[in-house]
């Protein structure tokens, strides 16, 4: 019981500090997610993805890039990237 009650709080701790990616423009944007590898992904308009990484660089393609870490949160919004 107690493994199971550490493992519950490691995974919940572990999603506080993730970096969540918000489309706040009217359009669909390819992604991809350099950490360690690169993941190639998209995010529709008005979406959010949750828990994208921990620390890593996101390339918005013909956005641009930033580098994100903890539990920030990526903004595209007016075609450009921002960090909150």
Same mark, same amino acid.
């Given at each position: 019981?107690?493994? !199971?009650?550490? =493992?519950?709080?490691?995974?919940? #701790? #572990? &999603?506080?500090? #993730?970096?969540? =990616?918000?489309?706040?423009? &009217? ?5 991809? !997610? /350099? $950490?360690?590898?690169?993941? /190639?992904?998209? !995010?529709? @308009? ?7 990484? @921990? ?12 580098? #994100? $870490?903890? $539990?920030?949160?990526?903004? !595209?919004?007016?075609? &450009?990237?921002?960090?909150?």
């Amino acid at each position: 019981m107690k493994k !199971i009650v550490v =493992l519950l709080v490691l995974l919940c #701790a #572990a &999603s506080v500090w #993730a970096v969540d =990616l918000r489309n706040e423009d &009217s359009r669909r944007y390819e992604v991809k !997610i /350099h $950490s360690g590898g690169t993941t /190639h992904t998209s !995010i529709e @308009s008005g979406t959010t993805q949750m828990s994208v990484c @921990s620390d890593c660089e996101i390339e918005v393609v013909g956005v641009g890039s930033v580098k #994100a $870490s903890g $539990s920030e949160t990526v903004v !595209i919004k007016d075609g &450009s990237l921002e960090k909150r």
